[in-house]
């Protein structure tokens, strides 16, 4: 038997892109498009490890070179400002995920401290200039080796690598399996799936100095409400204070 599959909607199709003349014409605007009066550049010192005490951070270097107008970590930044899980399931373990890793890193290429300076040449120089004294730990980066018995857990602070477990019942499972024609057992595995832009979640932030109602932020992600609201919380921001621009 031959079944006959016909293209509807948009399953099969090959719509026309309507977003793509701008971008491939060099009409696009990115982040790095933006050029503000006396704007400021924002670069990182990432650790090279996946998991590591950080012993000392010495930002002396950084802060000595000309240009150089702000040079920050972890323990400069408020609890306040610690990233929050994009969902919360029952029982999940939450740690602490700072803007800046502050007593460890728990990830390679976590940023570690920051630098603001006039040029991005500037930022860059002075983020390698800091020194980062680590003590390096355990790790593991495959998650069946992180459930075996005496695997390095990834956060101190909790007692053990799970997450969460979550359960779903629906039907008579066993009554299923028992009727099957067949059973099958296989072993599955999934890369990790991450959404890729043609430009990271960037932001060129512009205070109206007269009138800070009217301050702006010149944003890559479209999400303009749920990024309004995160970076008024950030800045400790009263609603309003932030109007917030997502251009094409």
Do not use: W
Not at 166 to 175: F, L
Request: aromatic share 4%; net charge positive; charged share 25%.
């Amino acid at each position: 038997m031959t079944t006959e599959h016909t293209p509807n909607g948009l399953i099969g199709a090959s719509p026309k892109r309507v977003e793509d003349p701008p971008l491939i014409t060099g009409k696009g605007c990115y982040v790095d498009d933006i050029n503000l009066t006396g704007m400021l550049h924002l670069a990182f010192q990432r650790s090279p490890y996946p998991h590591a005490k950080i012993i000392s951070i010495d930002t002396s270097g950084a802060k000595a070179m000309p240009g150089v107008e702000a040079v920050i970590t972890g323990n400069d930044l408020s609890e306040k400002l610690n990233l929050a899980p994009s969902q919360v399931l029952p029982n999940m373990k939450i740690p602490p995920h700072p803007v800046l890793a502050r007593g460890a890193v728990h990830c390679a290429g976590v940023p570690v401290a920051a630098v603001v300076a006039r040029t991005r040449a500037l930022a860059q120089d002075a983020a390698s200039a800091i020194e980062v004294e680590y003590e390096a730990l355990p790790s593991v980066s495959n998650a069946e080796d992180a459930l075996k018995p005496g695997a390095p857990r990834a956060r101190e602070e909790l007692d053990s690598n799970v997450c969460y477990t979550m359960t779903k019942n629906g039907g008579n499972v066993d009554k299923a399996f028992a009727e099957a024609d067949h059973v099958f057992t296989m072993h599955i595995a999934s890369p990790r799936q991450v959404a890729l832009a043609m430009e990271p979640r960037g932001i060129g932030p512009r205070r109206n100095r007269q009138c800070p109602r009217l301050s702006r932020k010149q944003d890559s992600s479209h999400r303009s409400r749920r990024r309004r609201r995160l970076r008024q919380q950030g800045a400790s921001l009263p609603r309003g204070y932030c109007r917030l621009l997502s251009r094409a």
